[in-house]
Nanobody
Framework: QVQLVESGGGMVQPGGSLTLSCAHS????????VAWFRQTPGKEREFVTR????????YYDDSVKGRFTISWDKAKNTVYLQMNNLKPEDTAVYYC?????????????????WGQGTQVTVSS
């Protein structure tokens, strides 16, 4: 399994921005996919976005499309989630996850490495 450590969460006002980071332990994650999920109390953990190591192909849930951007800095072993125009409904614990393979999947059951999560709160 890959070790993942998230950081960058916090509190921000509606319309504000935050950048989350996901540092991974392996120097290269060739043929891996890294994704961001989020979870609020009493709800299922839901898919937000994913990126593949090889092609840097990205995919977003409709709820964040146009506002969030995922990127991968291979030199720093870090995946970023830039979140703009944040809304109160974006409030959640955000988790970074990784799986072997580039097959597209939005299911949390496909990912076998998880970070500890970082809280994002959007409130005025």
């Amino acid at each position: 399994q890959v070790q993942l450590v998230e950081s960058g969460g916090g509190m921000v006002q509606p319309g504000g921005s935050l950048t989350l980071s996901c540092a991974h332990s392996e120097r290269t994650l060739d043929t891996f996919t890294v994704a961001w999920f989020r979870q609020t109390p009493g709800k299922e953990r839901e898919f937000v976005t994913r990126i593949t190591w090889t092609s840097q192909h990205t995919y977003y849930d409709d709820s964040v499309k146009g506002r969030f951007t995922i990127s991968w800095d291979k030199a720093k072993n870090t995946v970023y989630l830039q979140m703009n125009n944040l809304k109160p409904e974006d409030t959640a614990v955000y988790y970074c996850a990784a799986k072997y393979g580039v097959a597209a999947s939005d299911s949390r059951n496909s990912y076998n490495s998880w970070g500890q999560g970082t809280q994002v709160t959007v409130s005025s």
